[in-house]
């Protein structure tokens, strides 16, 4: 196959891929807590070709003899973004935002079978029946996965509370019907340092990989986040980070990179038959 048509080809598929992600960014932009991903590229193997080692130009050429011949591009990374999102008012008891960006909520999760511990940044929660113990309510997330505790444990709020109160320590305070207060859970926040090792898992949240695996110490990777009174923030939540115009004027620069390498293999198609026109 003709070399500019192998670079427009390769070049179009990963510029399918960012935009895909510039999609899923605007999809969720009304999504509590997301943070967008942002594409980067790097360029494939470059070949150089000595097709004009005869040619010598008056005074000295001034070029390397031959030309260098790209592969095209491909997608280097999908860089997690963890800037703040804007923070919106609710004044629901059950609605926490965090304030600082590389801090995520624990929750409990099944996959395949099999509980484990995810991340998220959507702090919109709510109340379930308690199955483990009767008479009290689970604190879960929309789809019903369990919040932790900064002890890794459910967090579990008396039927006949009457409000809940988030303390400048984290801890969540439920205030029965007598007026009596009990102590629910300080909320679980788990503090990331390197982000980009994090896996997505679908449903906004995020999963640590195997760190062994990878080389990292899982001291290296992640940690429990210190609450400060300022931390979490109750009766608020954290809106996306996701720009509406910047993205469309991604999403604009990238269908045109994509309609340009496709004119190139419609112009090598082209000179391909004018080729084979003179042969016959």
Do not use: C
Not at 60 to 82: F, K, N
Request: hydrophobic share 40%; charged share 20%.
């Amino acid at each position: 196959m003709n070399t500019s048509m192998i670079a427009g080809a390769v070049t179009m598929g990963q510029l399918q891929k960012k935009i895909d992600t510039i999609s899923n960014n605007v999809a969720n932009v009304n999504t509590n807590g997301f943070k967008r991903r942002e594409a980067t590229f790097s360029d494939l193997l470059f070949q150089q070709v000595y097709n004009q080692t005869n040619l010598q130009m008056e005074g000295g050429r001034l070029t390397p003899d031959g030309i260098r011949v790209g592969s095209g591009a491909r997608l280097a990374q999908t860089a997690l973004r963890l800037e703040q999102g804007s923070l919106l008012t609710t004044e629901r008891e059950l609605d926490f935002a965090l304030t600082e960006r590389d801090v995520f909520f624990q929750i409990e999760a099944v996959v395949g079978g099999e509980v484990t511990e995810q991340l998220t940044r959507d702090g919109a929660f709510y109340l379930t029946e308690s199955v483990d113990n009767p008479g009290e309510w689970s604190i879960v997330t929309s789809d019903g996965s369990f919040v932790l505790s900064a002890t890794g444990e459910r967090m579990n709020v008396p039927e006949n509370f009457q409000s809940l109160e988030l303390a400048g320590n984290g801890m969540l305070v439920a205030t029965l019907e007598d007026g009596a207060q009990q102590d629910v859970g300080q909320i679980g926040l788990t503090r990331v340092l390197k982000p980009q090792l994090l896996t997505a898992t679908g449903d906004n949240r995020y999963a640590v990989p195997n760190l062994a695996e990878l080389g990292f110490d899982e001291a290296d990777v992640i940690e429990a986040a210190a609450i400060t009174p300022q931390l979490v923030q109750q009766g608020v939540l954290e809106g996306s980070n996701v720009d509406l115009s910047n993205e469309m004027n991604e999403l604009i620069q990238a269908q045109r990179h994509f309609q340009f390498n496709g004119q190139s293999i419609s112009i090598a198609d082209d000179m391909a038959g004018l080729i084979n026109g003179i042969r016959r």
